[in-house]
């Protein structure tokens, strides 16, 4: 992975150490200098700028390529991963060794994670099986919702930043659709927002 400063248009940092592919980085949102990555080398791997070497910790996530990660607005220690399995799988940092949970019921590869910017504990995953599902991950492992609105492979998902209800997907049938999931009206907001 390559770190950039825009107005030089040079590689600022290189960070070494996948040995496939790397699908998806993320900055953390509590830590600064903090990135974490996923590879088709099955691999999760947090990094620490600010120190040489390689990853700070290495977590094999999943048992075929990873596709996603996305970093726990509230909570600096805990992690998403999506994987070509289908899986989505949450970690720990302070005890990598194993999946805090997994969640199942995508039936094809899990192509983005997302934690809700507005609630510690709801996260939003998209698949190649033309769905999004939501989850609340401190209650279980069945998702809260699944909204299928695309007719090929769902790739990208997001939660609107200006409207906790809200959230945004996109395809390959060439669309993005803008929708407002029941779940979201029922998720108990964090810090007073609703």
């Given at each position: 992975?390559?770190?950039?400063?825009?107005?030089?248009?040079?590689?600022?940092?290189?960070?070494?150490?996948?040995?496939?592919?790397?699908?998806?980085?993320?900055w953390s949102p509590r830590i600064p200098g903090c990135i974490a990555s996923t590879s088709g080398d099955r691999s999760l791997r947090v990094w620490d700028i600010k120190s040489?070497?390689?990853?700070?910790?290495?977590?094999?996530?999943?048992?075929?390529?990873?596709?996603?990660?996305?970093?726990?607005?509230?909570?600096?220690?805990?992690?998403?991963?999506?994987?070509?399995?289908?899986?989505?799988?949450?970690?720990?940092?302070?005890?990598?060794?194993?999946?805090?949970?997994?969640?199942?019921?995508?039936?094809?590869?899990?192509?983005?994670?997302?934690?809700?910017?507005?609630?510690?504990?709801?996260?939003?995953?998209?698949?190649?099986?033309?769905?999004?599902?939501?989850?609340?991950?401190?209650?279980?492992?069945?998702?809260?919702?699944?909204?299928?609105?695309?007719?090929?492979?769902?790739?990208?998902?997001?939660?609107?930043?200006?409207?906790?209800?809200?959230?945004?997907?996109?395809?390959?049938?060439?669309?993005?659709?803008?929708?407002?999931?029941?779940?979201?009206?029922?998720?108990?907001?964090?810090?007073?927002?609703?």
């Open positions: 992975m390559r770190l950039w400063d825009p107005v030089r248009s040079e590689a600022v940092s290189v960070l070494t150490g996948h040995e496939q592919i790397v699908y998806s980085s993320v040489p070497g390689g990853a700070k910790i290495s977590i094999a996530a999943h048992d075929s390529e990873v596709l996603s990660c996305d970093w726990c607005k509230y909570d600096s220690c805990v992690l998403a991963t999506g994987g070509v399995d289908g899986l989505v799988r949450l970690w720990d940092l302070r005890n990598p060794k194993e999946a805090v949970r997994q969640l199942t019921g995508h039936e094809n590869a899990v192509r983005r994670v997302k934690f809700s910017p507005f609630s510690a504990s709801v996260l939003a995953s998209c698949s190649y099986d033309f769905s999004v599902r939501l989850w609340d991950v401190k209650v279980g492992d069945t998702p809260l919702e699944t909204v299928s609105n695309h007719s090929e492979f769902i790739y990208g998902v997001d939660f609107n930043l200006h409207n906790p209800g809200q959230i945004a997907d996109c395809s390959w049938d060439e669309s993005v659709r803008i929708f407002s999931p029941a779940a979201l009206r029922n998720a108990a907001p964090v810090y007073g927002r609703s």
